[in-house]
């Protein structure tokens, strides 16, 4: 059973992971001085999370819930479900790209420089979950 | 015999006498190549001597050997590897090596240099393909490799395609932690094998020749070779290693809990940021490949006290997140220095950690120490203790002869013994066997002691690596023992022959699967080869190097991981994990064909077609 109800709870979890990171003290920093566009596109359900930090509307970036015209350097492309595997620290990056469970398009150097953020990010969307009363 | 010459060159140092040998092409299918007919002409050599030989005596063979596929100009295979007994472990060693050397060996006619005797006076070697000469050396005794390279590259061969290995002042002084140098930034790193070298008084090898021999089929190898590059640009491991070099697993491993810190006792490290791959851009001026190689994972650094090759990931880890140094210039200033005086850096960085761990504890005696003391994260303190280690002086000399020395010249203490991270005396290198257990039984049952890339497990475990039909399925959880004494002995067997007999780099192996490496064999030798012919072939190599080490001694109790990683952290990435080693070592002995005593059995020896113990 897939763990997401709909696209609006996809926003609800991963979209508010990444607009939580907007506020947190050690991540903010990194994304922005990373100056990525990397857009994250799920499956069953299907949505989609741009982060821009390249021309950020609002500092230190942007989190686009759904469709959008702006052009990403990087998609970053799975299942739902193995997003949230992967943001509970439960899937290995090297080998999800290795066996395309995460399908990486664009240069490669852009999601070696994200990984430094992951660490932080994990615990944030432990935090998460447990403030929306949501399993792990 | 198609890949190969048939015939290597057998140089005696003490009589001064070359001679070309013949070796017959039964070799190449019994023993694959590389280490493995390493492995056969050390055994070969010694005879009846070998439980007691002293690997730095006169009599003591060294080999370099090539693989079959070296030179074809297929992506991965520039490597050539080092063989002898090693003066660090005492047991078999081994070292291998990309860059040029082995392709311009085989370039110059040769398949290999197996080395005995001791010259008179320093001496060098000049390999082309009318056989070697030997010259006087006196006064590059005592320069560093970068300068011996560049004298000897003058010298030697002029106009011919040339490469040189060498040793630095470490070799000279035959430090157990000595390793060989080809071009400033390759080295046959591990298991002392410049002491070997250094010990026959032999500064400098260099090779110069334009012959390789033909491919059985050169329309499967260009099918093979473009099959592999594709493979090669799509792969993540590949396309990393190409982007930002092997920095690019200093983020990942420290995520993972792979990443080594504090001499093992920390389960994470926020220094890590100040070496990992956005980091290194600060000071990478440019990147270069071995021989025929897509990837070009190596990195040349400028800062103001190195320019050269620069460090890579195990020497990252070992000079920096091991010692808690986060400072990418000093850890690049170290690197230097360890490759111009010829020292492994994995070991070096494993013994400083040890001594800094004992220093910080008031457990080193102060007539060791002298002047130096040595904190966690002292960077000047850390390039200090890496220069004396070069240059033989103060707590350098015992420094330079690894953990396992370093700890017997100091009282029986518990806290010694758990400092000394090391397995049959050759250092444990940067990788975490609490992440993915198997590394546990890897480390404790590798033919050399801890070693990483003795097989392809530490990808295949975590499933970046697939090899579909010895590990059909989805990865085996990481954290456990289950299923990995099956593993690593399928990995032993295949992608050890293939690495280290074949000699496929390691890194390029990790985007293939069994189909590319038996084709590969096919298109060069013209055999036919079948996933589980070279299984066989690479079990039989495996075989032989664990008979050797039966020989000088090696049991049951020597296969055992140092005590401090088998304990779990409280916190970080893999809390509460802790490798069983012993219960995955009785399923691996008995899918090994060894007794209880871990020694081979009469009938798995003669299943596999090898002398019976103390038989030759």
């Known amino acids: ?136 | 015999m198609s890949g190969w010459h048939g015939r290597y060159l057998e140089v005696d140092l003490g009589g001064g006498r070359v001679q070309a040998r013949a070796w017959p092409e039964t070799w190449g299918e019994h023993f694959g190549g590389g280490s493995g007919l390493g492995a056969w002409l050390v055994w070969s050599e010694l005879g009846a001597a070998l439980p007691h030989q002293d690997p730095l005596d006169a009599s003591s063979p060294l080999v370099f050997f090539t693989g079959p596929l070296t030179g074809s100009g297929l992506p991965g295979t520039a490597r050539s590897v080092v063989c002898a007994l090693s003066p660090l472990t005492g047991i078999w060693g081994e070292a291998n090596a990309g860059g040029n050397f082995g392709p311009v060996l085989k370039a110059a006619g040769w398949d290999g240099i197996l080395i005995r005797g001791r010259a008179a006076r320093p001496c060098w070697i000049e390999v082309g393909d009318g056989g070697a000469v030997m010259h006087p050396a006196d006064d590059l005794w005592g320069r560093d490799t970068y300068e011996t390279t560049a004298v000897v590259l003058d010298r030697a061969l002029r106009g011919a395609l040339a490469a040189v290995a060498c040793i630095g002042p470490a070799g000279e002084r035959r430090a157990p932690l000595a390793a060989i140098i080809h071009n400033r930034g390759h080295a046959f790193g591990r298991t002392g094998m410049g002491a070997v070298m250094g010990s026959k008084n032999l500064k400098a090898i260099a090779v110069g020749g334009r012959t390789l021999p033909p491919a059985a089929s050169p329309a499967l190898l260009r099918e093979v070779r473009a099959r592999m590059l594709g493979k090669i640009r799509e792969h993540i491991v590949t396309q990393s290693l190409s982007f930002a070099g092997t920095a690019s697993s200093i983020d990942l491993s420290s995520l993972s809990g792979d990443l080594p810190v504090r001499n093992w006792t920390r389960p994470g490290w926020e220094g890590a940021e100040a070496i990992n791959a956005t980091s290194y851009e600060s000071i990478l001026v440019g990147r270069e490949s071995c021989f025929a190689c897509p990837v070009g994972c190596k990195r040349r650094v400028r800062t103001e006290r190195a320019e050269g090759p620069g460090p890579e990931y195990e020497t990252l880890a070992a000079l920096g997140s091991l010692l808690e140094v986060a400072d990418l210039g000093a850890i690049a200033h170290a690197n230097e220095i360890c490759n111009r005086a010829g020292l492994d850096t994995i070991s070096l960085g494993g013994t400083i950690a040890m001594a800094t761990e004992l220093d910080e504890a008031g457990l080193l005696p102060a007539g060791m120490m002298g002047s130096l003391r040595l904190r966690w994260g002292d960077a000047a303190a850390m390039v200090e203790a890496v220069r004396q280690a070069a240059a033989g002086e103060g707590l350098g000399r015992w420094l330079a002869q690894g953990t396992r020395r370093l700890a017997a010249a100091l009282p029986d203490d518990e806290a010694i013994r758990d400092a000394a991270v090391h397995v049959k005396g050759l250092e444990v290198p940067m990788h975490d066997p609490r992440v993915n257990h198997g590394m546990a039984l890897a480390y404790a049952t590798s033919y050399r002691g801890a070693c990483h890339v003795s097989e392809l497990n530490y990808f295949l475990e975590q499933g970046a690596a697939s090899m579909p039909v010895l590990v059909p399925g989805e990865p085996l959880p990481g954290p456990s023992g289950e299923g990995k004494a099956a593993l690593l002995a399928a990995a032993q067997d295949f992608t050890g022959l293939a690495c280290n007999c074949l000699l496929f780099c390691y890194f390029v192996l990790v985007a293939l699967d069994e189909t590319d490496v038996c084709q590969a064999v096919e298109a060069v030798t013209g055999r036919p080869a079948t996933v589980a012919g070279l299984r066989e072939t690479g079990e039989r190599v495996w075989m032989l190097k664990r008979l050797i080490n039966t020989a000088r001694g090696v049991t049951r109790r020597d296969d055992l991981l140092p005590a401090r990683l088998l304990r779990a952290f409280d916190e970080g990435p893999v809390a509460g994990s802790s490798p069983e080693p012993e219960s995955m070592l009785i399923e691996f002995y008995r899918l090994r064909g060894l007794d209880e005593e871990g020694r081979p059995r009469a009938e798995t020896l003669a299943r596999l077609g090898l002398p019976m113990a103390g038989a030759r």
């Open chain 1, 1 to 136: 059973m897939p763990y997401f109800k709909d696209a609006d709870d996809v926003y609800d979890l991963l979209g508010g992971l990444f607009r939580q990171g907007r506020e947190h003290a050690d991540l903010a920093p990194k994304v922005a001085a990373s100056k990525i566009l990397i857009q994250f596109q799920y499956r069953e359900p299907e949505a989609v999370i741009t982060i821009n930090a390249r021309n950020p509307q609002e500092p230190p970036f942007d989190v686009i819930l759904g469709p959008t015209d702006i052009k990403p350097d990087v998609v970053m492309s799975m299942k739902a479900d193995v997003a949230h595997e992967f943001w509970l620290g439960k899937v290995n990056l090297l080998t999800a790209l290795a066996r395309r469970q995460i399908v990486a398009q664009g240069p490669v150097s852009v999601a070696i420089k994200l990984v430094p953020v992951l660490g932080p990010a994990f615990s944030l969307y432990r935090q998460l979950l447990e403030q929306k009363g949501r399993p792990a």
